[in-house]
């Protein structure tokens, strides 16, 4: 078989061991030829495109991104260019399609998140034998118990929990941690845990200020005058999101960086004239080198991809049901968000060893 | 309620954040009362205990080792001790259960491997209220899917495998690694998956020397100067355990380092004539700040003995089954191994990515 | 001897270490007794004091923070206290001086930066026998070679920009970092060198947004689409710092994060149409496990100051004359900045390598 | 120009940033061209070489090894070769000087420690431009100040001391940590100061097992019943090698592990009846991403070698003044070696918090 790859949407650590894997399992199992494509999509409407042996791939597993590169606004269903100073959009999955065929591909494995994974559905309507590799650093695709990435993610958070709760108990303080998770919560959940956070904010539980605020008075009576909060950028405030724009209104510019986060500090110290301090992870989530745990997983999944494509299983996804990955249809694994739930697990054991939610 | 804990057996990273996870929902969910119990079953002996408060577990969950201290030879039903210069066993089990009453405890939570359990198991006999929590960094337990301590192990080993790596290939050597794993190979299995070995040794699969150095001369002939093997260090050669014993006869005492991995340095050395350099991992797999993993599975076990010892579950363990904590009853739990598959899943994705076990 | 010990000022790894250094030349050397202050000199104002042990700093070294805990705004010749709801400044040096003999000491070690040893100075005017050690994250103390915590800083500035390199690769971004110097960029020049930036910024060297623009162009030249840059939080335009204030102007409540990583992005963003992200590191460049090479330096401070106080050498502070600790007037050392020399090596290196200051 | 680099000698972080110095600094500097050697002299005399461009060297930095490999035993001059079954040595270097000029150089840069620079200041007399950079993770070349490699080692080290120290104080065990250090203890002392070691062995203090015992029984009569000790590999007792030998006798193929980490554990063991447990750390001392110090020291040195090529300072090495990068005369600069100094300042700190050295 000729298989082709290629890595869309944003970093995550583990990309680089997926590669790795489907190489390995091309090369040693099937003898077959892997060619990767370049920054996503656009290497395949481009066709930048290039041999992947054995070769190329050792010693890319302990490195953070993707060999291959990525990116984020290519989908050739509307892909958007700029011709004569302005943009426009137009269907070229085409030319897509003809690079697949000019390349000689019996397959193509798509690593990456639900966009990314939506596009390769459609690619597998128009004909092309697409395998997909699910992709998130948020760990909410509903289709599989957990994705690459998430556990480097969750481990670079506490690590900086760990650095932030020294500051914080030497100098009384408040602090609020900003992390990943727009529409889900796993992230600022599990971090939260293993950093020993007082207060977690996510998503799923809108919060109030007052509730926040009584638990840091709580933790003052009982001789604690510090508090570390876990907020997830998707968080908000039970009385609603206009609190958070009234503030930034005014300063288009600054909009960016004043998150939840910034409105939780502001608003405590507001109340309670504690000091609190915001720190914002940003980008360095998405880096590093990929814990163990997420190198196996991402492991298993490139190879599973290439024993799937020797199956036929097309327009099928990798997908961990523990402890074994199986292949699910890409259609009906779309569109499905897996969110933290207010009975699972995590959020028990958080509130039994005394954890708040803000709720 | 007036709940003891006490940490018995070899260390194991997550022991403190399972203790903290004790105190904080003893107090926290039910206002009880948590009593440390000092190295083991020995402090109970001993009446070595004291009160475990939140600010006494404040800041422990980053650190390895256990604030309790442990120990290794205090089974109270064969205690050992010397008494006039010569060593004498006794039974002193009848002292632990009036030290138990005496300091007022309705229930004793355990945290241990198999020999601590099975002594927890055997006061519960006695009338104590005890509730056991499976501690092990070589993930053999049967009766729970995965032990905290693991993930850190194997995040150490495969830290020295990156390490090892860049020397390897910059050098043209062939590097043995020796890890923990007795009696199973999980660690060995990761770490080797996470490290990018080549050639992983475990006890469930016995290697043929010939077969590793033809691994080694496979890679050579595609130009790969370099061969990283783990080994766990209770791996042995199909032909017998006979021929390691012969290596380090007439040498009483070095006979503690000459393990296996020294055995396969040697061998290959003698029949490839390349230049073999053997490391053993030894004590700093024990060690260690906790993964995250590690610190969110010690937490869900810690907070669910409280909670089983509220629902009376005693003579239980709590075991992971994944995604949920359980409680199982001890005497189910012991004396059955966990080994690594060879038809599981990390050995088929090893063998898929072309990982050797010298089979 | 009886040594009290305190430190003041912010979080920097490696107070622990000093503390413990401190604690055992006294017991191990001299078997003097050793009195923790607690929280800078609010702990002297208020007695609140305990004796420290070997016992008590056994297994601190590796923890950031201080055991003794520390206090910003704790000067006692201006003592700022709410009384009846309003803030009133006084002059409580003579309670400091009272309880400094009420426990006994003769002398007093004060691990701080400029304005904490600013005031041991003063307290040496008033009679007490003090010994200084330097401490600043920033290393900008003139009258020592380097400040412990420094390296540990510029360690994790580095782990940072080491995790933002693969995104800024695979994504083709500039990334912009933010990172501590206010006064000078010893942290944003080292940590820009050790983590691959390819522009920094630092308060010593004003820089053009038009000179960044065109490195990042020659960089795409060369096929290299994306640009790493460091920003020191006391970086400026040379066009004036009016710049600045206009983008946050209308909205007080945002002009804290809003800072020079914020402005340098979002005038690239309106200069060249490429996606700029910005990452503020704050806090968690205190925090963390000291370095080895910071911990062996606060050692070194902590044992010097003992030997200092046996060899009578008060009004004096510890400080590094490469390869050794000396001792220094305080009145000397205080009120001069070390700030990074242009003509420097560390200039000069960057320069060398292609590394652009923006100027 | 036309340079040459070539990296001999064993394994050490930092490599790499030095190549890649080299590398931009010819490029952005003096529009220089730079040819990369393979495998130390070995390349130059098989004429195994490629040049190196930005591309080549982008990214690098924060890897182990060196990407243009390296070579034990290639010395020119005595050139070993198996022709017909027999080793043969020949002068080969009329060979590397006729490469040195069909690939056109102008300059050699030699990476290596004492012996690769011996060899490189041989090519000098026979007519060649060399320069040289001195690489040793051991930190005993007597010419520099510190050398790069040697800070990611201690680190190494240290990290390993952190995860034992837990378990030992857990357990209440002696640990014997050996490390690198054959001729010098500077690993041994500078990671155990750091590490929190209770006794240190080194080369250059000949030690008495019966005062370590004496150390060990005066931290147990304090109640510290575990003790750390670092043990350089090249540390022998005071009563002479000859008993190390005495236990490995009769064992010639487990010879290579038995040093004297082993022999100290098994003496105390013999003398204390304490449980004394060895690890080796081995070759992961040599692995691992360059510390911030080293990779800043490394990129000094890489860029002034350029500089110092085009300045015509040839025969000579870059070597660390303290702050100064200097240039040294290679004659001057070799087969003199730098020594841990027992009235140094890392030994009398090192006495001064209670650190025992055996004597």
């Given amino acids: 078989?000729?298989?082709?790859?290629?890595?869309?949407?944003?970093?995550?650590?583990?990309?680089?061991?997926?590669?790795?894997?489907?190489v390995?399992?091309?090369?040693?199992?099937?003898?077959?030829?892997?060619?990767?494509?370049?920054?996503?999509?656009?290497?395949?409407?481009?066709?930048?495109?290039?041999?992947?042996?054995?070769?190329?791939?050792s010693g890319i597993m302990p490195r953070g991104g993707t060999i291959l590169g990525s990116s984020n606004r290519d989908n050739p269903f509307k892909f958007a260019e700029y011709i004569g100073g302005k943009m426009v959009q137009s269907d070229v999955s085409d030319t897509a399609v003809e690079n697949y065929k000019k390349n000689g591909l019996d397959c193509l494995i798509v690593v990456g998140g639900d966009g990314t994974l939506d596009i390769a559905h459609k690619f597998s309507q128009k004909?092309?034998?697409?395998?997909?590799?699910?992709?998130?650093?948020?760990?909410?695709?509903?289709?599989?118990?957990?994705?690459?990435?998430?556990?480097?993610?969750?481990?670079?958070?506490?690590e900086a929990l760990d650095k932030i709760h020294?500051?914080?108990?030497?100098?009384?303080?408040?602090?609020?941690?900003?992390?990943?998770?727009?529409d889900a919560g796993w992230i600022a959940t599990a971090a939260g845990i293993a950093g020993g956070a007082h207060i977690i904010l996510i998503p799923e539980i809108p919060f109030e200020i007052e509730k926040i605020a009584r638990k840091i008075y709580e933790r003052k009576g009982r001789g604690k005058h510090f508090t570390?909060?876990?907020?997830?950028?998707?968080?908000?405030?039970?009385?609603?999101?206009?609190?958070?724009?009234?503030?930034?209104?005014?300063?288009?510019?600054?909009?960016?960086?004043?998150?939840?986060?910034?409105?939780?500090?502001?608003?405590?110290?507001?109340?309670?004239h504690i000091e609190v301090r915001t720190t914002?992870?940003?980008h360095i989530q998405r880096g590093g080198t990929p814990s163990a745990f997420d190198r196996i997983l991402a492991t298993r999944y490139?190879?599973?991809?290439?024993?799937?494509?020797?199956?036929?299983?097309?327009?099928?996804?990798?997908?961990?049901?523990?402890?074994?990955?199986?292949s699910v249809p890409l259609e009906e694994a779309l569109h499905q968000m897996k969110r933290v739930s207010p009975d699972g697990s995590h959020i028990v054991t958080s509130r039994n060893v005394g954890i708040s939610f803000g709720d």
């Fill in 228 to 272: 570390v909060i876990v907020v997830a950028e998707g968080a908000y405030p039970i009385s609603g999101e206009r609190t958070i724009k009234r503030i930034v209104e005014g300063s288009s510019e600054t909009v960016r960086l004043g998150g939840v986060g910034e409105y939780v500090a502001a608003e405590l110290e507001r109340q309670t």
């Fill in 24 to 57: 390995k399992t091309a090369e040693h199992k099937y003898h077959d030829e892997v060619i990767g494509i370049r920054d996503g999509f656009s290497g395949l409407i481009r066709n930048k495109t290039h041999p992947l042996d054995l070769a190329r791939v």
């Fill in 280 to 282: 914002v992870l940003g």
């Fill in 1 to 22: 078989m000729r298989i082709g790859v290629l890595t869309g949407g944003g970093d995550c650590p583990g990309l680089n061991a997926v590669i790795r894997a489907v």
């Fill in 302 to 326: 490139g190879a599973a991809a290439v024993v799937f494509a020797h199956e036929g299983k097309f327009d099928h996804m990798a997908a961990l049901r523990t402890p074994d990955i199986v």
């Fill in 127 to 158: 004909g092309l034998n697409v395998i997909g590799i699910p992709k998130t650093i948020d760990n909410d695709l509903y289709a599989t118990d957990i994705t690459f990435g998430y556990d480097t993610a969750v481990t670079t958070v506490m």
């Fill in 166 to 182: 020294t500051t914080a108990e030497s100098h009384h303080r408040v602090m609020v941690v900003e992390v990943m998770g727009s």
